[in-house]
Every structure is written in structure tokens, then in C-alpha cells.
């Protein structure tokens, strides 16, 4: 996956998330995100925190994933709904499909499992990569 207008590790956190590496898919987005401080910082933060809630949900960390799932969502919501190739309408809608069993009560279930087929996918939502 290759498009010269985006930056390189935008696009390999990508390739990444879509092979739910989310701890690698963070890292190569935060390294990003630690040097950015353009209008397109609280874009990437959002991603990192997407990947860290996925991450924590299919480690069983409910708690941390419910709380990191709600930051991901308000740092991405101005977004909507495309930014940077990404259509942000159909990714956080499968994002919070995913979700609906961590969020649907006011402590999540211990018993409740990621579902992989419910997991989004950047490349689904993405436009022109």
C-alpha cells in the first residue's frame, strides 16, 4: 500500500491496524502524532486511541477499552466524514458496533470478547489509498 500524499507512517499504521497489530498501528501513529502539531493532531490521536481501545478490548481490559473508546470517538468526530482518505462515517460506525457490548452498561461484562468480525477496518473506510 502506497500513496505518495500521505505520510508513510499514516499509511503503515494502516496496514497495521488492518492486521490488528493496534499496539503497532498506535506506535506508528504517536510517532507521528509526538512531532505533529498541525490541525491534524487530534485526527491522529484519535486513531492512536482507536487502536488502543481495540487493543485493550481483545486483552480484556473492558474498563481501560470503554474509557479509551469514548476519547477515540471525540477526537475523531470533528473529522467526519472523510479525512485524509479515511471515510470516518463508515469507520466509527463499525467502531461502534464493535463496541456496543463494552459500552452497554455502566461496567462492562468481564465475560464479553472482542468479535473479529466486528473489528473496523481503515482500508474498508479508506477512499484513495
Known sequence: MADASY????????????ACDFFEAHEAW?????????????????????????????NGNLRGAKKVYYGARGYLEPFRPLHMGLNLDKFVTELDACFAPVIAGEM???????????IPSATSGLLSI
Not at 31 to 37: L, P, R, S, V
Not at 108 to 118: A, F, G, H, R
Open 108 to 118: 462492562p461484562d468481564p465475560s464479553v470478547e472482542i468479535v473479529p468480525d466486528l
Open 7 to 18: 505520510p508513510p507512517l499514516y499509511l503503515q499504521g494502516i496496514e497495521y491496524f488492518n
Open 30 to 58: 504517536e510517532e507521528i502524532w509526538t512531532e505533529y502539531f498541525g490541525p491534524d493532531r487530534r485526527f491522529y490521536q484519535g486513531l492512536i486511541q482507536a487502536a488502543v481501545a481495540l487493543h485493550h478490548f481483545g
